[in-house]
């Protein structure tokens, strides 16, 4: 409310080449509103970037932590710097059997790339990767859910992947003693790249499709825009909207009742 | 939940689906719609109205209008039911062409389905098209001796606590309450007499124990033999009831048929019978 302009979700198949930062850029200005993404993605990935708009943005906190899906063809038998055809090669390394890429499904401990945007000491890691300054990268617990080989032909191989929040490919493919040399993401959660349109904004519902709902009645809707707690049933974050489609607010429910987190109507 | 009437309504998600006409909402199609729940993906029930048996030129006498549907599958706790408008053109659509439209074209990635699941012209759809078309599909979790066919069997048969075993709560009977013979008023019990919605199955003649509205029920369904009506008629008394129901949508909700209805000796015997059957309406349980 007291917001006129458009506030939505955008689905975008960012092109191989710009950043995640450039395409969000290229919404606000077409929109003139708010513009920003929930969970970025390299300049040369390409895939579903989802991109909230205006009162939208307000909800990118239900969106991170989502499970993504990838389709990437991995070099196999030269590790490089960086993960990716970008960095320079570190080791020639045997190529794995099918069997042995396979095994990778389910937990794994993997490192994190050197060229990420994770911060060591205070500073992002990919400065001081740019700097020539050799970092002992921290590990981070991932789920590979699912491990599919869409093609094996050594020295390539194209996995389809469905992996935990956070997980990165690169170092999927640097385990596998390998490197990247495309990477798609094909889902953020319930979202998919086959319904990317960048000329479509979705309401604002469309961005909460994961969460479970309570719809709200007359009196309700005007109490949770004032932030009142209703009644309501289920654990954590649940859309609260109207019958007419729009959501109102996502509320934190808990112990019979629904507390208004982030009202956005 | 969201109801939508066509696919461009649903909101773009990887989804999981249950197809079905769903008549009745039975304990059956309450263990599909969990067992779609249970895929952690939007979850969507893909229902057709009208029943595609009677777009086809059959005749169906139905548990269920589709309101009724809706609500008793919103209960079941879907993120969303798609409406699908049954017409002779749908069930000559070739299944490609149906999964096209109605299941990968809403971003379905898992269908929950029985294997002998058929669809499309000449029923060539069925389980192994489904996947070769990329979904997974999941079995229907078994829930033995539970289906439409069956409760309508038990209903017409007049076994109601049967059929509320197999439905998981009572049967009912839905529709508006029209002006009737006015006779019951006149016998000391006013009766509300229930126009069915259409196509609605109605239970064996006979009288029934049940509830409206709140109230215990003593229902009379049939001709009336004791004044030789030939219409059939549904009338319910509703106990401790004061009111005017005329014009009024009504949900009957029958538990136990009490006898067969029968003429009388005398409008005495008749009135000490009906008498007899409002003690028992009062007595009677409510099934499941």
């Known amino acids: 409310m007291g917001d006129a302009r458009i506030s939505g979700l955008v689905l975008v198949d960012k092109p191989d080449g710009p950043s995640s930062f450039a395409v969000v850029d290229d919404l606000r200005r077409r929109y003139r509103t708010k513009a920003g ?44 710097s960086t993960g990716d055809g970008e960095g320079e090669v570190v080791e ?38 740019r700097r020539g300054v050799a970092v002992e990268m921290p590990v981070r617990a991932s789920t590979i859910h699912a ?23 690169r170092s999927i493919a640097d385990v596998l003693g390998g490197h990247c040399r495309w990477l798609r993401r094909t889902a953020v959660g319930p979202f998919r790249v086959e319904d990317a349109d960048s000329d479509r904004v979705l309401p604002l519902l469309a ?26 049933g289920g654990e954590g974050p649940t859309a609260l909207w109207t019958g007419d489609g729009e959501l109102v607010a996502v509320g934190i429910a808990g112990e019979g009742e629904i507390r208004p987190e982030t009202v956005v109507g | 939940m969201i109801v939508a009437r066509s696919p461009e309504e649903l909101l773009p998600a990887a989804r999981a689906v249950a197809l079905g006409t769903f008549d009745g909402v039975h304990r059956g199609h309450r263990a599909v719609i969990d067992a779609v729940r249970a895929t952690g993906l939007r979850s969507t029930v893909l229902t057709f109205e009208p029943h595609p048996r009677l777009v086809l030129g059959y005749d169906v006498q139905l548990l269920t209008t589709l309101d009724r549907r809706l609500e008793l599958i919103g209960e079941a706790g879907p993120d969303e039911v798609l409406v699908v408008e049954f017409t002779q053109e749908l069930s000559r659509r ?49 829930v033995e001796g539970v289906s439409s066919s069956e409760i309508r069997e038990l209903v017409r048969e007049g076994d109601l606590p049967g059929a509320a075993a197999l439905l998981g709560r009572p049967f009912e009977l839905e529709g508006e309450v ?26 064996a003649f006979g009288i029934y124990a049940g509830e409206a509205l ?40 029958l538990w136990e048929r009490l006898r067969e209805e029968r003429a009388f000796g005398s409008e005495e015997e008749l009135v000490a019978q009906i008498a007899a059957d409002v003690e028992a309406a009062r007595a009677a349980r409510r099934p499941v």
């Not at chain 1, 491990?147 to 990165?168: F, K, M, N, Q």
């Open chain 1, 37 to 80: 993404h929930a969970g970025t993605l390299d300049p040369l990935a390409t895939g579903l970037l989802l991109v909230l708009l205006g009162r939208g943005t307000r909800l990118a906190r239900y969106l991170v932590g989502l499970d993504k899906r990838y389709r990437t063809e991995i070099r196999l038998g030269l590790r490089t």
């Open chain 1, 92 to 129: 020639e390394t045997a190529i794995p059997a099918e069997e042995e890429i396979l095994a990778l499904e389910g937990d794994v401990e993997l490192p994190i790339p050197a060229a990420s945007a994770v911060k060591i000491e205070g500073e992002r890691a990919y400065k001081l990767h």
């Open chain 1, 147 to 169: 491990l599919r080989i869409v093609r094996y032909a050594p020295p390539l191989v194209e996995l389809d992947l469905h992996v935990t929040s956070g997980t990165y490919v």
């Open chain 1, 207 to 232: 961005a909460v499709v994961h969460l479970p709902e309570r719809r709200l009645d007359e009196d309700e809707a005007p109490a949770v825009r004032s932030g009142r707690t209703i009644p309501g």
């Open chain 2, 94 to 142: 070739e299944p490609e062409a149906f999964v096209a439209e109605y299941l990968t074209g809403i971003g379905t990635e898992v269908v929950v389905a029985g294997e002998d699941f058929r669809f499309g012209a000449g029923r060539r759809g069925d389980v192994p098209l489904l996947r070769s078309l990329g979904l997974e599909v999941r079995p229907v979790p078994l």
């Open chain 2, 178 to 203: 029209v002006y009737g013979d006015r006779r019951g008023g006149t016998l000391g019990f006013p009766t509300a007499n229930l126009a069915p919605d259409a196509h609605l199955l109605v239970p």
């Open chain 2, 214 to 253: 709140g109230h215990r029920v003593a229902a009379s369904i049939g001709v009336n033999p004791h004044y030789g009506g030939s219409e059939r008629r549904i009338e319910a008394f509703l106990l401790d009831f004061e009111g005017d129901l005329y014009g009024s949508r009504l949900r009957l909700e």
